[in-house]
């Protein structure tokens, strides 16, 4: 009785102990059922030895429950929904009348392969990396600083042994990731402020004397001529469009190596009107048919309405007066259609503060990148990655969006990032077929109300059980009622703690989710390197 007494008293100082950081009802049960298993045991036996060695198993499977970060969220979440709503209560079994929606658990998310070795990884769940390893595109909604590079951007570059192509606007992602990168595949950069930057020469794209030249360079300059679709007056910037497309294409068949590229395109469209009425003679005579032709409707066109155009084309493509591009822009040292055929890590790096200016240079980068992905059917071994920062910060781009419905076929897969729904909206008519074409789309951070509606319609309705209480000649009474609500309301949604996310896999329930932090989590020490903010 005495060594039951002493473990008794060791017990009850240890769950005391334990229980001042963990006061949740939730937690007292864990614990509280470990102390009672071990009085039990001091009472019926005197093997001391015994009764520690259960406590402390039982300790250990306490502390792994009541740590269960994934779980925890779960119960906070749930514990939100019913502060919010009222005194309501989840249905349990059938009950499914008004709304079957519901968060997956762990079970849902193996059965969905989602907990496997290989895959974009999206987020955390028990302490495992969820991952994405299906054909399809992904998208992310998340407001600046609220970790999309470390959660997202960063982990998937350290681990996805495919090719990537990156817009890295403040060169993070490059000093983090390239030494890692560098084991497995082969690093270009593209940074017009960087030293040692690789070089890429965007006519190097046109496959002139071919019938696919005048479908190249037309893609080109689409890239290089920003038109909104929803304009109100398209006019001028088409037809500047068209004035960039004749321009190119004469300089890609008729002008020298040294000459043949944008910033000559820029020195053309910037003579005096003499100058370039006699390159318009010159186009005339051209070997191209294309050129001769686009050159004819040039000669005919008012001069008024053709110096309005000219006027567009100049102040669409002033950033190529920049002497640090065009010296990254006259050669190539390496060609797109490499990145699908061997692993290739593309690093586009823009300094923020110059981003709106080089924007058409960014455009140009991605866009033919993606072009490039469909000249051949081959798949590669391993998907490749485009992962596209600040998306909508690139202006409207036909190809992501038509591309979105085909290009998982070829070995891609796009991921974008948006900061909200309005971003999204002002661009692209057909968002919601934007959205609905991500196999994969991801939420934190949302301080959007519009954002987090859309997300809360996407989460669906469940059935609850809402109590009511009255005053009868009885005494009170107590009435239950099955109602519909949303799984998650957009004001919940926006209270989401900062470390956990929400993830809809198409076709599978949604998952409360841990964020990665890559510089914290075991999976990538040793594999990355420390940015110095330079």
């Known amino acids: 009785m005495k060594k039951a007494l002493t473990a008794l008293s060791i017990t009850k100082r240890i769950f005391k102990a334990l229980m001042r950081p963990f006061m949740s009802s939730y937690n007292l049960i864990v614990y509280g059922c470990g102390a009672t298993v071990s009085i039990v045991l001091a009472q019926f036996t005197d093997n001391i030895l015994l009764t520690g060695g259960v406590l402390i198993v039982w300790l250990m499977i306490a502390y792994r429950l009541t740590h269960n970060k994934s779980y925890h969220k779960a119960i906070r979440q749930s514990e939100a929904l019913q502060k919010g709503g009222g005194m309501f209560s989840f249905m349990k079994g059938k009950a499914k009348s008004h709304g079957t929606a519901a968060f997956a658990g762990i079970r849902d998310l193996k059965a969905a392969n989602a907990m496997g070795d290989r895959g974009y990884v999206v987020g955390k769940f028990d302490e495992k990396f969820i991952r994405f390893n299906q054909p399809g595109h992904m998208i992310t909604f998340a407001p600046t600083r609220s970790g999309k590079g470390v959660g997202h951007v960063i982990p998937n570059l350290l681990m996805h042994p495919g090719s990537v192509v990156v ?23 593209f940074a ?26 037309r893609l080109l300059a689409d890239m290089m001529i920003t038109v909104n679709p929803d ?69 005919a066109t008012e001069p008024k309405v053709l110096a309005s155009v000219l006027s567009t084309a100049k102040s669409q493509t002033a950033v190529w007066d920049s002497p640090r591009l065009n010296a990254i822009t006259g050669r190539s040292d390496f060609q797109m259609t ?43 071994k391993d998907n490749v990655l485009f992962l596209i920062d600040e998306f909508p910060a690139l202006g409207y781009m036909e190809i992501i ?56 319609d996407m989460l669906g309705n469940t059935t609850i059980r809402v109590t009511s209480t009255g005053d009868s000649s009885g005494g009170k009474s107590k009435n239950f009622s099955e109602t519909s ?41 040793g594999s990355f390197d420390v940015w110095n903010g330079e």
């Not at 017009?192 to 190249?216: A, H, Q, V």
């Not at 820029?266 to 186009?283: A, G, H, N, V, W």
């Not at 490499?338 to 455009?363: A, G, Q």
Request: proline share 6%.
């Open 192 to 217: 017009p402020f960087m030293k040692g930057s690789n070089c890429y020469n965007p006519i190097d794209f046109i496959r002139t004397g071919t019938e696919d030249e005048l479908d190249d360079v």
């Open 231 to 299: 304009s109100s007056d398209p006019f001028w910037p088409t037809e500047a469009k068209n004035l960039v497309t004749a321009l190119t294409l004469h300089v890609a068949v008729a002008r020298p190596p040294v000459l043949r590229n944008i910033g000559e395109v820029r020195y053309l469209l910037m003579q005096s009107s003499e100058d370039f009425q006699f390159t318009i003679k010159e186009m005339l005579k051209s070997k191209s048919e294309h050129v001769r032709r686009m050159a004819a409707s040039l000669s």
């Open 485 to 525: 609500r949303a799984l998650m309301t957009p004001d919940e949604i926006m209270r989401i703690p900062f470390d956990s996310q929400l993830i809809f896999f198409q076709g599978q329930k949604p998952v409360i989710a841990e964020k990665i932090m890559y510089f914290k989590d075991p999976a990538f020490k």
């Open 167 to 189: 817009n890295d606007i403040k060169g993070e992602n490059y000093a983090v990731t390239h030494r890692k990168r560098a084991e497995f595949s082969k690093i270009v950069t």
């Open 338 to 380: 490499d990145i699908k055929e061997k692993p290739t890590s593309l690093y586009i790096i823009i300094p923020p503060e110059y981003l709106e200016t080089y924007k058409p240079v960014v455009r140009i980068m991605v866009g033919l990148s993606i072009a490039a992905m469909t000249r051949s059917q081959k798949k590669p």
């Open 401 to 456: 969006e038509t591309g979105i419905g085909y290009l998982a076929g070829y070995g891609v897969t796009l991921w974008t990032f948006i900061q909200d729904l309005s971003q999204l909206k002002a661009l692209y008519k057909k968002w919601e077929t934007f959205i609905s074409n991500c196999a994969v789309r991801v939420a934190f951070g949302t301080n959007d109300f519009d954002t987090a509606k859309v997300l809360s």
